[in-house]
């Protein structure tokens, strides 16, 4: 059934359709949150338990980056064409049939089949990625980080909550004989599949199917708006967005992995969950904080505020690799250094780019942040079984580096475009 806001004759609310729009996505980030969250660090430690090998727990990261970047160009452009809401929902169907396979693959103790079904929870995290850019679909364009950060700090609440649940998901899934390590799960799958309701039914008028109509008629009386295509700045973008991702992925990933050599046993579960909970607060906490700065100051200042973070964060992961009170300040900087990055270059991706070709470069944003993360994990797990976690974290100083170059050369490249009078984003 259309949705009634698309309809061609008749005025649209804009702003009160944004509003719904906003608080729809910010409740299904919290359910997301929640059945991602809650399952995070199980994968490499599922890994490391099926394979028998610390250098192959990279590899469950590895897979479900790898799951998202190969669904996120797809995703986008069903969205481009049946709107947010069917690419949503198609997302959480395949992190439904993925934690089924997963808990399938620890009862069976089936590697490849436990990376299949990891891959397939990335597809759902493809369409959770994309949940940022719809709250920009209808936003003005000075409150697009703002409304698009407020979605990504949704996120904290399921985020925080999902990785405390692993512990009590150990005692439920013990107590209903499910493998050890996949107890979590059951909250996963039930938090998955309450979004899929809550997009399906109440995400409506489509944001982006919206936006596409309202650009094709606009206001009674105005001239269409000329949108500017700014591709240096987009390519800088997705470029910020996935190094900055690639940096937080591999040191994440190995975290569980780490930890299982500095906690004694039996309070690994307890560490891994507050550490990760810690990390995610980091992640969505303060977002919308960035925003705000990024709709202020600029979007590559914040952009660059986010890798002085990360880089306070690798520099305290490799001084203090041995203390868990060390890991745990780490990767809270490492979740605000993503953060700030993350929200600030998906910013600057939509305004340089029209509206017809978002959905595109959306998606080549996702599937390289996730296609190089995925490539990161893998070489992370390499790379810590050669130096270790604090060898790791000096090495992932190297794309924090190249994204600060990178800054440094559009600066040079938008002066260049100012003095022959062409426009620029901030």
């Not at 309809?7 to 991602?36: I, M, W």
């Not at 199917?209 to 997705?238: C, F, K, N, T």
């Not at 560490?271 to 979007?299: E, K, Q």
Request: net charge positive; proline share 5%; charged share 10%.
């Amino acid at each position: 059934m259309p949705d009634a806001a698309l309809s061609v004759e008749g005025e649209v609310d804009v702003v009160a359709a944004q509003r719904r729009t906003v608080r729809t996505l910010a409740a299904g980030q919290v359910l997301t949150g929640v059945a991602f969250g809650s399952t995070l660090s199980l994968g490499a430690l599922l890994a490391k338990d099926l394979s028998g090998q610390d250098a192959l727990s990279g590899f469950a990261t590895a897979a479900v980056t790898l799951g998202a970047a190969l669904t996120a160009i797809p995703l986008a452009r069903l969205a481009g064409v049946r709107g947010r809401r069917f690419a949503l929902t198609t997302g959480n169907v395949a992190a439904l049939v993925g934690i089924t396979l997963v808990v399938t693959a620890a009862a069976v103790r089936s590697f490849p089949l436990l990376l299949v079904g990891i891959a397939l929870i990335g597809a759902g995290n493809a369409g959770t990625l994309q949940s940022r850019f719809a709250a920009t679909d209808l936003a003005e364009p000075g409150r697009r980080g703002r409304d698009l950060s407020v979605v990504v700090w949704s996120t904290t609440v399921g985020g925080v909550v999902g990785p405390l649940l692993l512990a009590p998901g150990e005692l439920v899934g013990a107590g209903v004989g499910m493998p050890p390590l996949t107890g979590a799960y059951l909250f996963s799958f039930a938090a998955q599949a309450l979004a899929f309701a809550l997009y399906a039914l109440t995400l409506r008028p489509d944001p982006l199917l919206l936006a596409q109509r309202l650009a094709l008629r606009p206001a009674a009386g105005s001239a269409p708006v000329a949108e500017i295509d700014r591709p240096l700045l987009a390519r800088y973008a997705i470029f910020a967005v996935a190094a900055s991702h690639v940096t937080m992925a591999a040191v994440m990933a190995m975290t569980p992995v780490h930890l299982s050599h500095v906690v004694a046993p039996d309070a690994l579960t307890l560490a891994v969950g507050v550490t990760i909970a810690v990390h995610v607060f980091g992640m969505y906490g303060l977002s919308p904080v960035f925003g705000i700065l990024a709709d202020r100051i600029g979007r590559i200042a914040v952009v660059l505020l986010g890798q002085v973070l990360l880089a306070a964060s690798l520099g305290t992961a490799a001084a203090f690799a041995d203390s868990q009170v060390g890991v745990l300040v780490a990767l809270l900087l490492l979740g605000l250094g993503w953060s700030a990055a993350t929200v600030a270059g998906s910013a600057l991706l939509t305004e340089a780019t029209p509206l017809a070709g978002r959905p595109r470069r959306q998606g080549r944003s996702d599937t390289l942040m996730t296609a190089s993360a995925a490539a990161g994990s893998v070489l992370a797990g390499v790379i810590l079984g050669a130096v270790g976690y604090d060898g790791l974290a000096l090495w992932a100083l190297v794309p924090v580096a190249a994204v600060c170059g990178g800054a440094l050369l559009v600066r040079v490249s938008s002066r260049a475009d100012e003095g022959r009078g062409a426009a620029v984003a901030p």
